[in-house]
């Protein structure tokens, strides 16, 4: 039986992740416009690479599936279902293009409204079967928008953040660590402030309350140059695997029972209800006319809302609430 709450040691991953070298550049020099193939092809590779190490663990193969776009581009959806590690996962890679930018993206930068535009990323939603096993999600992302006459605006977007059900302080601290990790070569003020920014994006403004122990996100990013800002969507991306598969392979074997499983599927519900209110990565795929299969994977297979539904004082579920739904410094 795993028990949650109080730090239980320390992680050590028993899947060897090779780590993808991320070269800074030292030159100051620009080049005059984005490599939109060069991120392209890392976002492939990077969809490739965590793919097959879920495979490895769950034992089952990802679904794949291509898809074009009828209005400008398409991309490739890896989907596992009753798998048995994942109930549910998808690892999506997108490309999409449009001659003018959705009302999500054009309500924070009015200044590009009418531009064409073209977005690119992979975004992951992984929902494990055993409720010790928390729900994780990851997106790195690139955007351009161009117009006659104008140099193309650009900026990289991205994040990951952690959704336990049963807190564990190693595994947050672990999750947050290596956060801090894929961001510190970039700049020491990058992890407070995307930890900031995390906690307050990943946020059920109608419950009060967190959806979960959050982790880095940033958007609109593009203050250390093209090259240099590529770099670090890079490390967040490369960082994930180190960041969760020691917890997954920490917590897969638990035990648990109808108990745990009823609260994880109440407290999945939290997680469709920010999906679908606020997530702004959601909105922008349907009103972009993205393919709906793709953009809804993030959601949990089961799902249940009770009214008014408190735990018991004492309960390893209220310690969720008490111990780490509240934002706090893990590292």
Same mark, same amino acid.
């Given at each position: 039986m795993c028990h949650s709450g109080a730090a239980q040691g320390t992680i050590a991953p028993i899947i060897r992740i090779a780590a993808r070298t991320v070269t800074l550049p030292t030159s100051t020099s620009e080049p005059a416009a984005p490599s939109v193939l060069q991120v392209k092809d890392y976002l492939h590779a990077l969809q490739e690479s965590i793919v097959a190490a879920l495979e490895k663990i769950d034992g089952h193969a990802f679904l794949v599936e291509s898809w074009q776009r009828p209005e400008g581009g398409g991309g490739s959806s890896r989907v596992i279902e009753e798998g048995h590690v994942f109930e549910r996962g998808? #690892?999506?890679?997108? =490309?999409?293009?449009?001659?003018?930018?959705?009302? %999500? !993206? +054009?309500?924070?930068? &009015?200044d590009l409204a009418g531009?064409?535009?073209?977005?690119?990323?992979?975004?992951?939603?992984?929902?494990?079967?055993?409720?010790? #096993?928390?729900?994780? =999600?990851?997106?790195?992302?690139?955007?351009?928008? %161009? !117009? +006659?006459?104008?140099? &193309?605006?650009?900026?990289?977007?991205?994040?990951?953040?952690?959704?336990?059900?049963?807190?564990?302080?190693?595994?947050?601290?672990?999750?947050?660590?290596?956060?801090?990790?894929?961001?510190?070569?970039?700049?020491?003020?990058?992890?407070?402030?995307?930890?900031?920014w995390c906690d307050e994006y990943f946020y059920l403004k109608h419950r009060s309350e967190a959806r979960g122990v959050g982790g880095i996100f940033f958007d609109d990013f593009n203050a250390l140059g093209f090259e240099r800002s590529f770099a670090m969507m890079q490390s967040v991306g490369d960082g994930f695997l180190r960041a969760y598969l020691p917890l997954l392979e920490r917590r897969q074997d638990c035990a648990y029972g109808e108990r745990e499983r009823d609260f994880q599927a109440y407290r999945r519900g939290r997680y469709v209800e920010f999906n679908l209110?606020?997530?702004?990565?959601?909105?922008?795929?349907?009103?972009s006319g993205g393919r709906t299969e793709s953009i809804l994977m993030s959601m949990p297979p089961i799902v249940k809302w009770r009214y008014n539904w408190q735990p018991a004082a004492g309960s390893a579920e209220a310690a969720l609430y008490t111990d780490f739904l509240p934002p706090k410094q893990w590292v």
């Open positions: 998808g #690892v999506n890679f997108s =490309h999409v293009t449009g001659a003018s930018l959705p009302p %999500s !993206a +054009a309500a924070s930068r &009015p531009r064409a535009w073209q977005a690119m990323g992979v975004s992951l939603v992984l929902h494990p079967r055993n409720p010790y #096993v928390p729900t994780v =999600h990851m997106n790195v992302r690139f955007f351009c928008t %161009s !117009a +006659a006459g104008h140099e &193309p605006v650009w900026w990289f977007g991205g994040g990951m953040d952690l959704t336990p059900y049963y807190g564990f302080e190693d595994d947050v601290r672990h999750f947050h660590q290596s956060c801090k990790n894929a961001l510190d070569p970039f700049g020491g003020e990058l992890y407070p402030r995307f930890k900031a209110v606020f997530d702004r990565g959601t909105l922008f795929g349907l009103q």
